[in-house]
């Protein structure tokens, strides 16, 4: 990663307020990507390099800490 690039976040909620939430907090000094389900981020996890990756714990279909440990 050069000196220009900004690290990649990945957040991972069910919840269409909280991730704008986010992405309106962090855009400015990350490269927010985002995803709605476990399923979703493991797709964008398999896409492109992911540096941080922040989950809600309480999701429909599978719970965050799942998600950590499939990746």
């Known amino acids: 990663m050069?000196?220009?690039?900004?690290?990649?976040?990945?957040?991972v909620d069910d919840e269409a307020g909280n991730?704008?939430?986010f992405n309106a907090a962090f855009r400015r000094d990350f490269d927010v990507?985002?995803?709605?389900s476990a399923y979703e981020a493991m797709e964008a996890l398999n896409q492109e390099r992911i540096d941080v990756m922040i989950t809600d714990q309480r999701m429909p279909l599978m719970l965050g800490t799942e998600l950590l440990t499939a990746v």
């Open 19 to 21: 991730l704008a939430a």
């Open 2 to 11: 050069t000196e220009m690039e900004r690290p990649v976040v990945l957040f």
């Open 33 to 36: 990507r985002l995803a709605q």
